[in-house]
């Protein structure tokens, strides 16, 4: 059975912290690893990764995929109170002709002021 | 910036009723999929839709669940009678190109 395991599944850090959330999966078919941030109600999208060892960037926030690793890391550097969310991985898979998406439980992060 | 949109926001029906569940995809989108979120569980996959078809559907995707397009813009998903258990977070998704999805803000289904 196709999983995504996502750790810590909740931290706390201070504004300025930097953080990593880390994300494992065992998805058949596996084609592509996605993030997003989950406020109070929709996911957003923040990254997909389909190359292993190349990093994607966007402002303060940064992922890789390592496929020999079956994982991925997402960072946030210098948190700030806007970054408290749910951060959400999921595997995309070739099922069908389109594909869909397996979700982990998502890590719930809380940057106090 | 374009938008999935869904609607109503919430909706609160009776256990044996039908819902449908609308959702306006971003334009020139093609692929389209419905989640849902179980209050305090992971986000489920249910079914995806491209080119007036049904590409993949989930075991969550019983003979009580439907979805069209019923015209250009709308993709709806139907419950055709809804049970308790029914009640979560349903999410639309859309995709150009099947790789990178994005999500509407969702429909709160509540079944008394």
């Known amino acids: 059975e196709d999983k995504v395991v996502q750790s810590p599944l909740s931290l706390v850090v201070h504004e300025g912290d930097t953080v990593t959330l880390n994300c494992s999966y065992e998805?058949?078919?596996?084609?592509?690893l996605l993030w997003y941030k989950q406020e109070k109600k929709a996911p957003t999208f923040l990254f997909m990764l389909t190359s292993s060892g190349i990093e994607k960037k966007s402002g303060r926030l940064s992922s890789i995929l390592d496929k020999k690793e079956l994982s991925s890391i997402l960072n946030i550097t210098a948190t700030q109170t806007g970054d408290s969310a749910i951060y959400l991985c999921?595997?995309?898979?070739?099922?069908?002709?389109?594909?869909?998406?397996?979700f982990g439980k998502g890590t719930k992060l809380s940057v106090k002021p | 910036e374009p938008e999935v949109t869904q609607t109503p926001s919430h909706q609160v029906t009776q256990m044996g009723q039908e819902v449908i569940l609308r959702c306006v995809p971003i334009?020139?989108?093609?692929?389209f999929y419905w989640y849902r979120q179980i209050l305090g569980q992971k986000v489920e996959f249910l079914v995806s839709f491209y080119n007036n078809e049904i590409s993949e559907k989930s075991e969550i995707f019983d003979d009580q669940f439907s979805v069209e397009r019923p015209d250009g813009s709308n993709f709806t998903l139907k419950i055709r009678s809804t049970k308790l258990e029914d009640s979560a977070m349903y999410f639309c998704?859309?995709?150009?190109?099947?790789?990178?999805?994005?999500f509407g803000p969702g429909t709160r289904l509540t079944v008394t």
């Open positions: 999921a595997g995309l898979n070739y099922g069908g002709s389109q594909g869909n998406l397996i």
């Open positions: 334009s020139n989108h093609l692929y």
């Open positions: 998704a859309s995709s150009p190109d099947s790789g990178e999805q994005y």
């Open positions: 998805v058949t078919n596996f084609r592509s």
